[in-house]
């Protein structure tokens, strides 16, 4: 996250009742008219999705970001990265908003731009842009999906990860994945290659902490990035919910381990596992690997049948995600003329556009 600066909101924000601040966004939402979208994250509180005009995953955001020529106004309930994604695919003009400056998101922080040029320093002796294709998951900084645009790349999110595969794998021998080691890994597996083909590039360490012949004979280079949320679930919570509650249904997000998803019946973005949530019969338990808020509110969503986190022992929330209250909002949509909007340089949102239009393109 590039933002640091300490955010407060004003006290008659702070300290404004949940029935005032409801009130205060719906005038604001009237005034506003078709000037303004609100668009948010399945992992927001359940109140500020109550205030959306779309709910969805990183992909499907971006895509309602890039048709949405209309607005003048977009406000992004999520994390830094996707009200960057959003302001680079809106049209001159569009102004974006994320109502709390100081949601990051801890795992596009793990893929610092220096690292990133050190390693590829090192790549390109093994071929660089002419065997390498580098991919990024959606969960980035600006200047890494530049980077990657750059060098001829796409971004991805979990939506679209195993297509990102087939057409990196169409043009090039080899491909780069920041920053998700694990997204990086259940595709790669998904895709039919083996282990010993997925090798990990520890930052922290030179050469990534591989020898020549692991990067040569890599297919994939991962970069050693991980969801402190997704990480939380373990093997042994799926065996303990499988003993605990026979015919249960467990779903999980591919930012989790892999030895997890193997032992998984699904696994996929957060928009599939709302479908495989609706999809199951009622009665069915169902057991979650994902943010605390979504599994919430598809309970709220689903009385009819049993759903619950997986692990049962931790609580998987993403702080950045809750951070943004309904006193965000409410501060942001009624103050859109003085708020800081969110923007990136021009020379790295034209190198980052070329990488998220492809993405958009491959599905
Ligand atoms: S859930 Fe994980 S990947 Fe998603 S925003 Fe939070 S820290 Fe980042």
């Given at each position: 996250?590039?933002?640091?600066?300490?955010?407060?909101?004003?006290?008659?924000?702070?300290?404004?009742?949940?029935?005032?601040?409801?009130?205060?966004?719906?005038?604001?939402?009237?005034?506003?008219?078709?000037?303004?979208?609100?668009?948010?994250?399945?992992?927001?509180?359940?109140?500020?999705?109550?205030?959306?005009?779309?709910?969805?995953?990183?992909?499907?955001?971006?895509?309602?970001?890039?048709?949405?020529?209309?607005?003048?106004?977009?406000?992004?309930?999520?994390?830094?990265?996707?009200?960057?994604?959003a302001?680079?695919?809106?049209?001159?003009?569009q102004?974006?908003?994320?109502?709390?400056?100081?949601?990051?998101?801890?795992?596009?922080?793990?893929?610092?731009?220096?690292?990133?040029?050190?390693?590829?320093?090192?790549?390109?002796?093994?071929?660089?842009?002419?065997?390498?294709?580098?991919?990024?998951?959606?969960?980035?900084?600006?200047?890494?999906?530049?980077?990657?645009?750059?060098?001829?790349?796409?971004?991805?999110?979990?939506?679209?990860?195993?297509?990102?595969?087939?057409?990196?794998?169409?043009?090039?021998?080899?491909?780069?994945?920041?920053?998700?080691?694990h997204?990086?890994?259940?595709?790669?597996?998904?895709?039919?290659?083996?282990?010993?083909?997925?090798?990990?590039?520890?930052?922290?360490?030179d050469?990534?902490?591989?020898?020549?012949?692991?990067?040569?004979?890599?297919?994939?280079?991962?970069?050693?990035?991980?969801?402190?949320?997704?990480?939380?679930?373990?093997e042994?919570?799926?065996?303990?919910?499988?003993?605990?509650?026979?015919?249960v249904?467990?779903?999980?997000?591919?930012?989790?381990?892999?030895?997890?998803v193997?032992?998984?019946?699904?696994?996929?973005?957060?928009?599939?596992?709302?479908?495989?949530?609706?999809?199951?019969?009622?009665?069915?338990?169902?057991?979650?690997?994902?943010?605390?808020?979504?599994?919430?509110?598809?309970?709220?969503?689903?009385?009819?049948?049993?759903?619950?986190?997986?692990?049962?022992?931790?609580?998987?929330?993403?702080?950045?995600?809750?951070?943004?209250?309904?006193?965000?909002?409410?501060?942001?949509?009624?103050?859109?003329?003085?708020?800081?909007?969110?923007?990136?340089?021009?020379?790295?949102?034209?190198?980052?556009?070329?990488?998220?239009?492809?993405?958009?393109?491959?599905h």
């Open positions: 996250m590039t933002q640091t600066m300490y955010f407060a909101l004003p006290k008659e924000y702070r300290e404004a009742t949940g029935d005032d601040l409801k009130k205060r966004i719906s005038l604001a939402k009237e005034r506003l008219g078709k000037r303004a979208i609100i668009l948010t994250h399945h992992y927001q509180r359940v109140e500020v999705v109550g205030f959306g005009d779309a709910v969805g995953d990183s992909y499907g955001l971006s895509q309602i970001a890039a048709s949405r020529n209309d607005v003048e106004y977009i406000i992004f309930c999520g994390v830094h990265f996707m009200a960057e994604a302001y680079i695919l809106a049209k001159g003009g102004q974006v908003f994320l109502p709390n400056p100081l949601a990051g998101c801890p795992m596009a922080d793990m893929a610092e731009m220096a690292d990133v040029m050190e390693a590829w320093k090192t790549l390109e002796e093994f071929g660089g842009d002419k065997r390498i294709m580098p991919i990024s998951y959606m969960n980035s900084a600006a200047g890494l999906k530049a980077f990657v645009g750059e060098h001829g790349g796409l971004i991805c999110t979990s939506s679209n990860a195993d297509a990102a595969y087939k057409w990196g794998f169409d043009k090039r021998e080899k491909l780069f994945f920041f920053p998700d080691r997204l990086g890994y259940n595709t790669g597996i998904k895709y039919g290659l083996k282990p010993e083909e997925l090798v990990v590039w520890d930052f922290s360490r050469e990534g902490g591989l020898t020549e012949e692991q990067i040569d004979r890599a297919k994939v280079i991962l970069w050693k990035g991980h969801c402190h949320v997704h990480t939380n679930f373990k042994e919570h799926v065996h303990e919910t499988r003993e605990k509650y026979p015919g249904k467990i779903v999980v997000h591919p930012e989790c381990p892999h030895e997890v193997k032992l998984a019946d699904a696994a996929g973005s957060t928009s599939f596992i709302v479908k495989f949530v609706a999809d199951q019969p009622a009665g069915t338990p169902i057991a979650i690997g994902t943010e605390i808020n979504l599994i919430n509110r598809l309970a709220l969503e689903h009385p009819d049948k049993k759903i619950f986190e997986l692990s049962g022992k931790t609580c998987p929330v993403c702080a950045n995600m809750y951070r943004t209250t309904l006193n965000d909002l409410a501060y942001c949509l009624e103050n859109l003329d003085t708020m800081k909007q969110i923007k990136v340089p021009d020379r790295i949102k034209a190198n980052a556009l070329l990488a998220l239009e492809r993405m958009l393109e491959v």
